[in-house]
């Protein structure tokens, strides 16, 4: 059994002459909740992209639930969702709907809906237009979405970009119950310290395509003794608590 849901060894990737991922070895453990943190343009969504094999590594390699990527893409793809850029949907139907479809196309029962609409908090919007949804509904709905086949993996990539307080609330909520109610593993990315504190065990951060710490949150205040998380990752960033 592997030891990580999801390890890299050396991912790197450039665009001309720019490294975009500098040699990057992630360590995701299974039912963690592992925060991917850095400023924006750190290198974030292209590590994403490389792990659903949106785009290609120029070296390195990736392991998901132990198998090589992509050389087991399509069995390792069935067991993972993501949320990556801005979600997909058809505005004038409803969210059942949408939902509907996506269960079609992963070929999963019907009954996987109802579920996964009641984990994100939309069983009394189901059946209202999805261009009537709030901002927050329409992201918790690219959730359900992403989980109706229910995977061991789910990857989002700035999930709370654009909310408004209530709707950031309603996401981190989503993010903390995955692991501890249905055992999925989730790889969440976000350039905010804070939203990561709140949802995140695991925590690894890239800074200029590095990772430059990854390990534990709770190992990360211990070694910190009387500083700061925030007086912490200025000091590995030169950037601060927005890193």
């Given amino acids: 059994m592997a030891q990580y849901v999801l390890e890299t060894n050396s991912l790197c990737k450039q665009f001309g002459g720019q490294i975009s991922v500098d040699r990057v070895n992630l360590q995701i453990p299974e039912g963690s909740v592992y925060g991917f943190l850095g400023p924006n343009g750190a290198g974030k969504s292209t590590t994403i992209k490389m792990l659903l094999g949106l785009i290609k590594p120029d070296g390195g390699s990736i392991a998901i639930f132990g198998k090589p990527f992509p050389k087991a893409r399509i069995e390792i793809l069935q067991q993972v969702g993501s949320l990556v850029e801005s979600p997909s949907y058809y505005g004038h139907l409803s969210g059942y709907k ?3 479809i996506a269960a079609t196309l992963l070929g999963v ?17 189901a059946h209202k237009a ?3 949804y709030s901002l927050g509904m329409k992201q918790r709905l690219a ?10 993996l789910l990857i989002l990539d700035e999930p709370t970009n654009g909310l408004d307080p209530s ?5 981190r909520s989503l993010i903390v119950d995955m692991p501890r109610r249905y ?7 976000s350039h ?6 709140q949802v995140a065990d695991h925590v690894g951060i890239i800074h200029q395509g590095k990772l430059i710490y990854q390990g534990t949150l709770s190992a990360l205040r211990e070694q910190s003794g009387d500083q700061s998380l925030e007086q912490i990752f200025l000091g590995m960033t030169g ?3 927005s890193l």
């Fill in 143 to 152: 959730i359900a979405m992403a989980i109706i086949h229910r995977p061991k």
């Fill in 109 to 125: 029962p019907e009954s996987h809906i109802e579920e996964a609409l009641e984990l994100v908090r939309l069983t009394g919007q």
């Fill in 98 to 100: 949408n939902m509907k």
């Fill in 192 to 197: 905010l310290l804070y939203e990561i504190e």
């Fill in 183 to 189: 055992g999925m593993t989730v790889l969440v990315s």
């Fill in 130 to 132: 999805v261009r009537k």
């Fill in 239 to 241: 950037m601060g608590r």
């Fill in 167 to 171: 709707g950031i609330q309603e996401i």
